[in-house]
Every structure is written in structure tokens, then in C-alpha cells.
């Protein structure tokens, strides 16, 4: 049977039991789960569930159906697992069972009453003494629940690759014990958890081009925010010490495996810190999260053994470049012209207007990131690419910033923050001039964070850390569309 003439067919069953009044029930309660049973009644003998008569009402979906006249088997599946219900035509009616093999398919989330049984071969049953159809499934199934191939349908029919494949269910299961696991870390730490706005009179906190709405009652632009930077650190301003918060932030950038437009990032601050004690605090935190979540701090991802127990590699970005272009001559990673002859012969592509700091960047991010495997922490950024970071005190062209990679991707960035007002004034005057010049990524001038600024905000370090990214690596995902749920998708063709 096609799927036209399928849904056809189980719509015809759906009139019949329309016609019975059967569908949609809600009246329907749930005394246990599939996992409840089998946990609570692992041990349970054949013989014992006779004797004691066990009552129990369970609901689900049915993965599996096996009729064999009076007698019929069929699995249901809840959130917590599947559990097997043998329904009897003396036991559950004549009527009702008759409904059961005409009327019930694949996929259809039904009720069942009854008392535990342990079959022949062992497994843990419900034994119906009553069936109810609670919701009619319209649509087949893939491959009868053995999961979707087209990796494009399970990211536009999420509800059924969630139906379909366990994996998927584990993946966002992980995901929901990850930030509980940040949000545990930070709490024991005394961070305090806040909320930021979303919307933004000032896109700023990054290097992004944001995307745009309108307030109608106001009559003014606003910006879905690209980082909630310059808002946290005002808390910090105002006298909260140690802040975090974990939300969207929203970026109008392409879609490729490592990035959706719409995407999840912790970020914290901690007054009387430095960039080094962010350093630290990002192993440690990494090891929390690899031991809670995976039972050990060695993981596999895409064919890699990485270790989180070992201290991480660091380097500084001008060593990272020196390195792979093998320059004779260190300090010639400083020069602005021998970059741009080494970035011309390696058809390195250099944004517009950069300087030595823009040069030096890309060639990091095109020639060197993609080859940090193991955990690593890469120092001192330049200024130029750095608009919020503080000056290192011994080298005014790089900043007290660090990122972190895996896999030759960004997981974290983080700084000791630049908490002087005219300085900060100067950069985003600096950054507004390349807005002026065309570069929507670049920062709008904030008025209100520099005034923020001379109120004194005490030194300063904070970081961002992707957490879609931490949980393609605790999962073993390599598309960031395999650990959201509903990913951002170009339109099908009509």
C-alpha cells in the first residue's frame, strides 16, 4: 500500500470510530510508566504476578502489532520506554477486541488496563482487561520505526525522527542533562542566574550582523540580540559579582553544520578575576561535564579520541601562525607586509580594511583551527579583533583574551573585560567608522554602556561558551542541526 492509499485507509478507520464515539479520549490516567514496571517488577516471577494480581494503566504509542485470532500482542512505547500488553478477546470484549484488529495501526497512541503477567519467555506484560484508543495516527510510519535515512525529513519532521529513532531521543535527552549540569557547576560556584533582554535598541557584546524587527507602538528599530555581553556586565556594574545566563542569541549568518542563525550560549562574569582564572574554570568545567555526562573525561567524536582530563595544549595566535607557515624568523609574525605575502601564497582570504590583527586572525582561522584537535587554548588575540577585551599590559596590540577549541572548533571565548570608559569609547568609535564603511558585522556605538562604564566596573573576566557545540561533542554529532530540535531550514520547493 502506498502512503496516499495508507492514510486513506487509516482514515477510514478513524470515521468508524468516530461513528462509535471512540476518539480522542481524555479520560484516561496513567498509574504507571514503561521503565516504573519494568524497574519495580524486574524480579517478579511468573508465578508471583499471578498470585498478587498487579494492577496497572499504562498508555503509549504502538511500535509493534501481532494478531493471532482471539489473542494479540502489541508493544507501546512512552517517554520512558516500551512495554508489552497481551489483549484476549474474553478479556478485554468482544467488541473492543473486534476494534483493536479492524480498527487500530502502527503508531497509534492507545490505553490499556489490565493486570502484570510474565510470558513463557519471560517478559515482564500487561494483560488487558480494557483498550482504548486515545489518538488516531493518520500518517505512516517510516520503515516501521526503524528510523528516517533522509537526514533532511528528520530535520523538518523532528515529532516523528523523535518517534522513529532512539538515537535522537538519547541525543536531546543528553542535551537537557548537559545544561543542567552547567547550570549545577555555576550555582555551586555562587553564580547568580539572570535574564537579559532579547531585544536590543543597540546590537552589540559581538562581532555579528544581526537581524532587525520593528516596534510598532514605539515606532522604532530593535535587534534580536547577538550576545548579551554589554548587558551582564552592567549587572556586574550595578554589583552583582558573578553572574551567568544561558538563552538564545541570534546571528543573520549562513547555515552550514556548525552554525544556525539561532543557537544556545552560556555566558558568565566574574568580578576580581582575569582571563587566566577563566582558563582554569573552563578546564575544570569541561571535566565536570565530560565525568557527568559520559562517566570519564576520554570521549570519542567523529573517529578522535579526545582527552578532558589531560591539561590542555596552549598557544598564542601569533605562535600558532609562526608555526604552521614556519617562519625563520619569529618576530616577523608582527610584520603587516610578510603576513600579507604569506596569506597571498596561501590564497588565504583577507576581509577588507584589515590590518595586521585582521590579517593575522584570518590566517588562524583558515590555516591553523581547523588542525586543533586536542582541547586547546589559544591567547592572545589581537586588539583589532578584540573591541571589548582589555590591553595586554606588556603588549598593547593583543588582548587578555583567550579562545578555546576542539576539533578545529571554537567552544568558548573569553577575556579579562576592558573596563576603562575612554577606552572603550575609542573602540567603539573605531567600530562604528567600519560600520560606516560597510562591515555589518561591526559594533554600533552604546552610549549608555560607556556611561555604564564611568560608574567603575571592578576588573572583570567573562566568557561565552556554546552549548550547542559542547553537546555535539558529549553526543557525537557532527551537524549542529543533530542536537536542535527544530533547526533553521530553507523552504521545500512547492
Known amino acids: 500500500m502506498d502512503e496516499r492509499n495508507e492514510v486513506l485507509a487509516r482514515r477510514r478507520k478513524l470515521a468508524a470510530l468516530r461513528d462509535a464515539g471512540n476518539t480522542y479520549a481524555n479520560n484516561f490516567k496513567q498509574t504507571h510508566s514503561a521503565r516504573t514496571l519494568h524497574v519495580q517488577f524486574a524480579d517478579a516471577s511468573k508465578d508471583k504476578l499471578a498470585e498478587e494480581s498487579i494492577f496497572a494503566s499504562v498508555a503509549g504509542r504502538i511500535v509493534l502489532r501481532r494478531i493471532m485470532g482471539k489473542a494479540s500482542f502489541i508493544s507501546l512505547r512512552d517517554e520512558t520506554g516500551t512495554i508489552q500488553c497481551y489483549l484476549r478477546k474474553d478479556g478485554v470484549g468482544s467488541i473492543n ?36 484508543i486515545l489518538a ?10 526503524h528510523g528516517i535515512e533522509d537526514s533532511e525529513l528528520k530535520y523538518r519532521r523532528r515529532y516523528v525522527d523523535l ?36 531585544m536590543h535598541p543597540i546590537p552589540g557584546g559581538a562581532l555579528a550582523r544581526p537581524f532587525t524587527t520593528h516596534h510598532n507602538a514605539l515606532d522604532m528599530d530593535l535587534f534580536l540580540r547577538v550576545a548579551p555581553e554589554l548587558y551582564l556586565k552592567r549587572l556586574v556594574v550595578g554589583g552583582f559579582e558573578r553572574v551567568y545566563e544561558i538563552n538564545r542569541n541570534f546571528r543573520n549568518e549562513g547555515l552550514s553544520t556548525r552554525h544556525n542563525p539561532e543557537f544556545t ?3 558568565f562574569y566574574q568580578a576580581f578575576a582575569t582571563f587566566r582564572d577563566m582558563i582554569a574554570l573552563t578546564r575544570e568545567l569541561m571535566q565536570h561535564l565530560t565525568t ?29 601562525v609562526a608555526n604552521e607557515v614556519s617562519l625563520a624568523n619569529f618576530k616577523d609574525v608582527y610584520s603587516q607586509s610578510v603576513l600579507g605575502q604569506l596569506a597571498r601564497e596561501r590564497s588565504v582570504r ?26 586547546t587554548f589559544v591567547t592572545e588575540y589581537p586588539i583589532e579583533v578584540s573591541p571589548l577585551a582589555r590591553r595586554n599590559d606588556e603588549n598593547p596590540e593583543v588582548a587578555d583574551r583567550f579562545e578555546y577549541f576542539v576539533c578545529g572548533r571554537e567552544i568558548a571565548n573569553g577575556f579579562s573585560e576592558l573596563n576603562d570608559p575612554d577606552d572603550q569609547e575609542e573602540r567603539f568609535r573605531s567600530q ?23 560608574y567603575g566596573m571592578p576588573p572583570t573576566a567573562g566568557e561565552g561558551i556554546g552549548i550547542d557545540r559542547i553537546v555535539m561533542l558529549l553526543t557525537n554529532s557532527t551537524s549542529i542541526r ?13
Not at 503508531?107 to 482487561?129: F, H, P, W
Not at 562604528?432 to 564611568?454: C, T, V, Y
Open 265 to 267: 550560549m552560556l555566558e
Open 136 to 145: 488516531k495516527s493518520l500518517q505512516p510510519f517510516p520503515d516501521k520505526f
Open 163 to 198: 518517534i522513529a529513532n532512539e538515537r535522537s531521543r538519547s541525543v536531546f535527552a543528553t542535551r537537557s542533562a548537559v545544561v543542567k549540569e552547567f547550570r549545577r557547576f555555576f550555582d555551586e560556584r555562587d553564580f547568580m542566574e539572570v535574564e537579559t533582554p532579547m
Open 350 to 375: 583577507i576581509p577588507p580594511g584589515s590590518k595586521w590583527g585582521g590579517t593575522l586572525t584570518a590566517m588562524f582561522e583558515q590555516l591553523v583551527e581547523p588542525k586543533l584537535i586536542q582541547p
Open 292 to 320: 557527568s555526562i559520559c562517566g570519564r573525561n576520554d570521549i570519542e567524536y567523529d573517529g578522535q579520541v579526545l582527552d578532558f582530563g589531560c591539561e590542555p595544549r596552549e598557544t598564542t595566535m601569533a605562535e600558532a
Open 97 to 132: 477486541y473486534d476494534d483493536f484488529v479492524e480498527l487500530s495501526d502502527l503508531g497509534d497512541i492507545v490505553s490499556v488496563t489490565g493486570t502484570l503477567m510474565r510470558t513463557n519467555k519471560g517478559e515482564l506484560t500487561v494483560e488487558a482487561k480494557n483498550y482504548q
Open 432 to 454: 562604528s567608522e567600519s560600520l560606516d564603511r560597510g562591515d555589518e558585522e561591526a559594533m554600533r556605538f552604546d552610549k549608555d554602556f560607556i556611561l555604564a562604564l564611568q
Open 482 to 494: 543533530d542536537v536542535l530540535l527544530f533547526p533553521l531550514l530553507k523552504p521545500t520547493s512547492k
